[in-house]
C-alpha cells in the first residue's frame, strides 16, 4: 500500500512514514532514511517521524543518531517508557552521568522508576560520595512504592546513612546521620516482629560492616525479649565483637 501510494505521487508526511517503514521491512534502510526526512522535512517536530527516524537508524546499526533522536523526542512527546528506554541506552553505550541523569528524571519526574532502578541509583550516589542523592532514591522509592519496603531496602538506607556518618568532617552531621540509621532500622525491626529471625541478620549487616558493634548491641537489647533465636545471636555476637 505504501509503495502504491508513493506511485501516485502521494507525498503526503503519513504516506511517507508508511513508506519509509515499508523499506525498513524490506531492508533497505537508506530508502528508508530518504523516505522519513522527507516527513521531517515538512514537519521537523512530527513525532511519528521522529519514532520512524529512531528506528530506521537502530536498523542500520547507527545507536548514537538513534540516540539523539530518542533525545529530540522525548523532548517533544515525554512518555516514561521512552524514558526508561533513554536510561539503557545510556547504561549501555557507557554514559555514566547520562545514565544518572536520565534514570533521576524517570524516578523523580514520572515517578515510575522499579525497586532495582531506585537502588542502582542509590548505590551509585554512595560509591560515588553522592550520600544524600542515594538517600533521596531510597526514599522515593518508600514514598511511591511503601510496599516494597523491605529489610534489603531499609539495609541499603542504613547502609548509606553509616557511609555518609563516616564520610563527614563535621561531628554534628555524623551523628544525625547515625541516629537516622539508627531510627530507621528500629522502626522496621518493631513494626515487623513476625520477621525478627528472618531479616535481623539482614538489617544488622550494614553495621557489622561499619565495625558500629556498641550501637548494633543497644539497637538490638530492646528486642530480646522475642527470644527470636537469630536476634539473640546477632546480639551476642555483636557484644562480643564490642568487647562487653
Known amino acids: 500500500v505504501a509503495l502504491e501510494a508513493a506511485a501516485r505521487g502521494d507525498t503526503s ?21 530518504l523516505a522519513v526526512q522527507d516527513a521531517l522535512d515538512q514537519n521537523p517536530q512530527d513525532a511519528a517521524a521522529l519514532q520512524t527516524l529512531a528506528d530506521v537508524y537502530d536498523r542500520a546499526n547507527r545507536p548514537n543518531d538513534a540516540l539523539n533522536t530518542l533525545e529530540r523526542l522525548q523532548q517533544l512527546d515525554p512518555s516514561s517508557e521512552r524514558q526508561r528506554l533513554l536510561v539503557s541506552r545510556y547504561h549501555g553505550s557507557g554514559q555514566q552521568s547520562q545514565w544518572v541523569q536520565a534514570l533521576t528524571i524517570l524516578i523523580d519526574r514520572f515517578q515510575a522508576g522499579t525497586v532495582a532502578e531506585h537502588l542502582a541509583l542509590a548505590e551509585h550516589g554512595r560509591k560515588t560520595g553522592a550520600y544524600q542523592s542515594a538517600i533521596d532514591a531510597l526514599d522515593a522509592l518508600e514514598r511511591s512504592q511503601p510496599q516494597a519496603l523491605t529489610a534489603e531496602v531499609v539495609a541499603a538506607q542504613v547502609t ?56 548494633l548491641a543497644g539497637l538490638l537489647a530492646p528486642l530480646l525479649e522475642s527470644n527470636a533465636p537469630s536476634l539473640v545471636s546477632t546480639w551476642t555476637q555483636a557484644m562480643k565483637r564490642a568487647g562487653r
Do not use: C, F, Y
Open 13 to 33: 508526511s503519513t504516506s511517507r512514514i508508511a513508506l519509509a517503514r515499508e523499506h525498513m521491512r524490506r531492508g533497505d534502510n537508506v530508502a528508508a532514511l
Open 160 to 215: 548509606t546513612l553509616l557511609a555518609m556518618a563516616k564520610a563527614s568532617n563535621n561531628k554534628g552531621a555524623a551523628d544525625r546521620a547515625t541516629e537516622q540509621a539508627l531510627g530507621r532500622a528500629r522502626t522496621w525491626l518493631q513494626a515487623h516482629p513476625q520477621r525478627l529471625n528472618e531479616d535481623v541478620v539482614v538489617v544488622a549487616a550494614p553495621w557489622v560492616q561499619a565495625d558500629q558493634n556498641d550501637a
